[in-house]
């Protein structure tokens, strides 16, 4: 057998297992914890609680006497409660664009005292949003708001 150790040697195929040495350390040998598959209620993860989150849809718009049909306040309170809301100030723009200008304004600085973020999704449609909300979109453009 020896001959046939001294062949594989050559050609590099010497048994790793001579090389091997066994090293032991004074002190007490630990254990080592062997692999245990967990049980399923290690598995499950919790989630946290969602509240029911609802995404107001506004519409404001001017009577043919020039009086208003919203109210900048129940707006408000829809962020002031981190509700999300989609604004679209189209018809009130057709009539009277100062006014829109106006609420949209109004809106930005209510977000703005929440940390919320304000999207324009169209020329007169936006999206005010609390910090709770994210948002992602390819046609959204984020208007700054402090």
Known sequence: MSFLNGVWRMLG?????????????PGEASAVKSYEPETEAERIISMPEVENATLFVVRPALDDHGGSNFSLKQYA????????MVLDVNELAA????????VVDYLCGVVAAVDGTVWEVTRNIFIFAPSTVALAGDKLRQIEVS
């Open 77 to 84: 309170a829809y962020l002031m409660t981190r509700q999300a």
């Open 13 to 25: 195929a010497e048994d790793e297992h001579e090389h091997e040495t066994m090293l032991e350390y």
């Open 95 to 102: 009539k009277n664009m100062d006014e829109a200008r106006r």
